[in-house]
């Protein structure tokens, strides 16, 4: 019984995971492009069910004859350090403002629209996180 | 994260911007004063400064005691209000001109606007990282 | 401050047109002007408007707006009319009036009102504009 349920769950997340794999190999590398509910691989990683084959394969960060092997993680990591650095420009431009560098003031709010763009999608990936994780744990097993 | 450096720069930016409103609109009121000069209050070049790092080759100290040329952090930056004299002058000695004044108090605002939108903006965002939802 | 650039030039432009009208009421004021400190009649004021020049390093030198360098004097030969019985009158009779035209003086004022209305219109939309652009970060 669980193991038929493990069966179902993992076989839907891996055929999801695929999803953001083929995407990935597409060299997307924006946060749009990221598909929400392909967390639920991340999380059952989380959870300890890694007892299937076709799990593993895919959770690790193997090359898969589709993918360029490029994990969820990998994407993660690499949109915080973009949003990271989006606030940054645009704390320097507000920086020139007060000084007076600036040739106008469209660039300025620009930036800083980027920059709250970026930050308010990855607030969002990571509180459907939080939903997914708490959703998984409902879950009866 | 309330102390990181551009905040301080905002905070200080509108420091010095509402202290030239104050020193522009007393000019005004003074333009028929006789003997007067007008006033300006300078701190964008001390902020420069700051943000820039310094243009020339800082002082090295070698007591801490010395004082450095230039402001070395943000709560440094003073505004300071300056007289300035230009060399054209009515016969009163009073060189206001209103409408440089007005132009003047008309930029002043409109930083003083943006600069405080720019802080909303930043803290809507802590609010959203904090809140979440 | 470079964003401001475009204020502080209708500023410029704002501040010389008000000279030009204080040298046109001036004008208008000593139309029947005989006697000035400097003897002979009052002479018409003319302001000369000189553009000028940025001198920030880089970007747009040639950006600065106008500048009155000064307020000369017209040298044309005054307005002789022949009144024998005014205290100004030389030998002859003729006494010289300023050479100050009426008509000319009015038109130049609707000129240099009309500059300045254009001007004020010109630096209200450089803050519409600003105004605009903070806009888009509303909400």
Same mark, same amino acid.
């Given at each position: 019984?669980?193991?038929?349920a493990?069966?179902?769950?993992?076989?839907?997340?891996?055929?999801?995971?695929?999803?953001?794999?083929?995407?990935?190999?597409?060299?997307?590398?924006?946060?749009?492009?990221?598909?929400?509910? @392909?967390?639920?691989?991340?999380?059952?990683?989380?959870?300890?069910?890694?007892? #299937?084959?076709?799990?593993?394969?895919?959770?690790?960060?193997?090359?898969?004859?589709?993918?360029? @092997?490029?994990?969820?993680?990998?994407?993660?990591?690499?949109?915080?350090?973009?949003?990271?650095?989006?606030?940054?420009?645009?704390?320097?431009?507000?920086?020139? #403002?007060?000084? @007076?560098d600036?040739?106008?003031?469209?660039?300025?709010?620009?930036?800083?629209?980027?920059?709250?763009?970026?930050?308010?999608?990855?607030?969002?990936?990571?509180?459907? #996180?939080?939903?997914?994780?708490?959703?998984?744990?409902?879950?009866?097993? | 994260?309330?102390?990181?450096?551009?905040?301080?720069?905002?905070e200080? *930016?509108?420091?010095?911007? $509402?202290?030239?409103?104050?020193?522009?609109?007393?000019?005004?009121?003074?333009?028929?004063?006789?003997?007067?000069?007008?006033?300006?209050?300078?701190?964008?070049?001390?902020?420069?400064?700051?943000?820039?790092?310094?243009? $020339?080759?800082?002082? *090295?100290?070698?007591?801490e005691?010395?004082?450095?040329s230039?402001?070395?952090?943000?709560?440094?930056?003073?505004?300071?209000?300056?007289?300035?004299?230009?060399e054209?002058?009515?016969?009163?000695?009073?060189?206001?001109?209103?409408?440089?004044?007005?132009?003047?108090?008309?930029?002043?605002?409109?930083?003083?606007?943006?600069? $405080?939108?720019?802080?909303?903006?930043?803290?809507?965002?802590?609010?959203?990282?904090?809140?979440?939802? | 401050?470079?964003?401001?650039?475009?204020? !502080?030039?209708?500023?410029?432009?704002?501040?010389?047109?008000?000279?030009?009208?204080?040298?046109? &009421? &001036?004008?208008?004021?000593?139309?029947?002007?005989?006697?000035?400190?400097?003897?002979?009649?009052?002479?018409?004021?003319?302001?000369? +408007?000189?553009?000028?020049?940025?001198?920030?390093?880089? %970007?747009?030198? !040639?950006? %600065?707006?106008?500048?009155?360098?000064?307020?000369?004097?017209?040298?044309?030969?005054?307005?002789?009319?022949?009144?024998?019985?005014h205290?100004?009158? !030389?030998?002859? %009779?003729?006494? =010289? +009036?300023?050479?100050?035209?009426?008509?000319r003086?009015?038109? !130049?004022?609707?000129?240099?009102?009309?500059?300045?209305?254009?001007?004020? =219109?010109?630096?209200?939309a450089?803050?519409?504009?600003?105004?605009?652009?903070?806009?888009?970060?509303?909400?």
């Amino acid at each position: 019984m669980e193991r038929g349920a493990h069966t179902t769950a993992s076989l839907f997340c891996y055929n999801l995971a695929r999803c953001v794999k083929i995407r990935s190999s597409n060299s997307y590398r924006e946060e749009e492009e990221i598909q929400v509910d @392909g967390l639920k691989l991340d999380l059952m990683k989380m959870a300890g069910i890694q007892s #299937l084959p076709a799990v593993a394969a895919v959770s690790e960060k193997k090359d898969t004859p589709r993918g360029t @092997g490029l994990s969820f993680e990998d994407l993660l990591e690499s949109s915080m350090k973009q949003v990271n650095d989006l606030q940054q420009d645009s704390d320097k431009m507000v920086n020139r #403002l007060a000084t @007076g560098d600036v040739d106008d003031i469209s660039e300025v709010v620009l930036s800083a629209q980027r920059a709250e763009f970026a930050l308010r999608l990855i607030t969002e990936v990571r509180n459907k #996180l939080v939903d997914a994780y708490q959703q998984l744990g409902r879950m009866s097993v | 994260m309330i102390s990181d450096f551009n905040w301080k720069v905002m905070e200080k *930016t509108m420091e010095g911007l $509402s202290r030239r409103f104050e020193s522009t609109s007393r000019n005004l009121a003074n333009a028929n004063t006789p003997e007067y000069a007008r006033r300006n209050v300078s701190f964008e070049d001390q902020l420069r400064e700051v943000v820039d790092g310094p243009r $020339s080759l800082p002082m *090295t100290i070698t007591n801490e005691g010395h004082i450095p040329s230039g402001p070395m952090a943000v709560s440094a930056v003073v505004p300071e209000e300056i007289k300035i004299y230009d060399e054209k002058f009515r016969l009163d000695g009073n060189n206001v001109d209103p409408e440089r004044e007005m132009a003047v108090l008309s930029q002043t605002r409109m930083a003083y606007n943006a600069m $405080s939108r720019f802080v909303a903006k930043k803290g809507s965002l802590y609010r959203l990282v904090i809140g979440g939802r | 401050m470079r964003m401001f650039r475009s204020i !502080d030039v209708s500023g410029s432009a704002l501040t010389a047109h008000r000279l030009w009208m204080d040298s046109i &009421s &001036s004008n208008l004021a000593n139309v029947n002007t005989t006697r000035t400190p400097e003897g002979g009649p009052y002479k018409r004021r003319v302001p000369v +408007f000189a553009e000028m020049l940025d001198k920030t390093i880089g %970007g747009y030198e !040639d950006i %600065g707006g106008v500048r009155v360098t000064e307020i000369a004097h017209d040298n044309t030969p005054p307005r002789l009319a022949y009144q024998p019985e005014h205290p100004d009158a !030389d030998e002859e %009779g003729y006494v =010289a +009036f300023p050479n100050v035209n009426v008509v000319r003086e009015m038109t !130049d004022m609707l000129v240099a009102s009309r500059a300045y209305e254009a001007n004020l =219109a010109v630096a209200d939309a450089a803050r519409n504009m600003w105004a605009g652009a903070l806009e888009i970060m509303r909400g």
